[in-house]
């Protein structure tokens, strides 16, 4: 059975004061911090891609866990700012950067918020079927490089990170169960317009208090466990107001759902496993994770632990 | 609805959702801003009167109805 093994992340040295870039906006400080959440915001360099931030998670991960390089047969990006525009696709950039063995598929996935949980169905899913035993699927969606600099309600919000995960046959945790959803009706709530990204706050805020909590309850349901029977629910880390409410909506103990966004922000595909990694090797025994965003896309699954 | 039932799910919702907040009469007619509710305090706020009165609120209409009684106005308008 296939499942995660182990799980790396980078986050960039090079950070904004989101305090300081607060009193650019002219929005209160304590706002920022307490309701939004985030006091620092990690920032990829100009010069610094989406596969500098992927082989630094690598190395992170190598330096802890035995990975055999040459093993690897699967790879898998997502992404929805890709490298040289995404072709070619970023993950073949990876796997020369990583100088991995030539029988190895590659391939991106073009999601957001959502994307780990669905990222981590797909690259299991592809490796089982194709008889795979060793994979690595990235998260690194650099925002950043889209934001509008006059946009306070973006610029205050979305940091830089990058994720792997080790997706291999001897796995901590496997998946039990999970559940997808879109809206593209909704679509318009965030998106790309000429450039720079936009985004319907209250529209977003509205999905996730009243979209995610029922998906958690449903897939609860199919596996007859309630929310007493999670010890871990990692939510997207998206604002720290929402968060809560979401949090208080689905009927979660708030101590099972840590909220950690204060050094990072909102990290999109990577926030996580970024939770996931600190927590590994407390070996809690059920974890729900749910990913939501642009799309609207929305996505919760199951894991438990592998005895 | 009648307006004491319009006004009082109005109340309710803005009390709970903001902290150590306390409607007085004298507070029906300023502004959100101005009683401490923030912008995303109002998020909320209008979800769930929203969803406690019935009443479908739109982002455009949302942003008009920037004091109490104007909310209470609005649920008994529609």
Known sequence: ?????????????????????????????????????????????????????????????????????DKIDCLVVCTQNPDSGGLPHNSAILHAELGLKEECACFDIGLGCSGYVYGLSIIESFMQANGLKNGLFFTCDPYSKILNPEDKNTCLLFGDAAT?????????????????????????????VDGHLTMNGRAVFNFALMDVP??????????????????????HQGSRFMLENTIKRAGIPADRAPIELSQ???T?????????????????GVILMSGFGVGLSWASAIYTQNF | MHREEAAKIVIEV???????????????????????????????????IQEKSGVPISDDKADELNTPRKIVDFILDS
């Open chain 1, 1 to 69: 059975m296939l499942g995660i093994e182990a799980v790396a992340s980078f986050v960039p040295e090079n950070m904004i004061d989101n305090l300081e870039q607060a009193d650019r906006f002219g929005a209160e400080r304590e706002f920022v911090e307490k309701k939004i959440g985030v006091s620092r915001l990690p920032r990829l360099r100009e010069d610094e891609s989406v596969a500098y931030g992927c082989v630094e998670a690598f190395k992170t991960l190598a330096k802890t866990n035995a990975v055999d390089i």
């Open chain 1, 164 to 192: 792997v995960t080790l997706i291999s046959d001897r796995p901590k945790y496997v998946r039990a169960a999970a559940k997808f959803s879109t809206r593209g009706a909704g679509r318009e709530a965030l998106e790309k």
């Open chain 1, 214 to 235: 029922k998906q958690i309850k449903s897939l609860l349901e199919l596996e007859a466990l309630s929310v007493t029977d999670i010890d871990l629910f990692l939510l």
């Open chain 1, 264 to 266: 990072t922000g909102n």
């Open chain 1, 268 to 284: 999109v595909s990577s926030s996580i496993p970024i939770l996931l990694e600190k927590r590994l090797d407390d070996m809690p």
């Open chain 2, 14 to 48: 803005l009390e709970d959702n903001v902290l150590d907040l306390e409607i007085t009469e004298d507070m029906m007619d300023q502004t959100l801003v101005d009683i401490g509710v923030d912008s995303l305090d109002v998020m909320l706020v209008m979800m769930d």
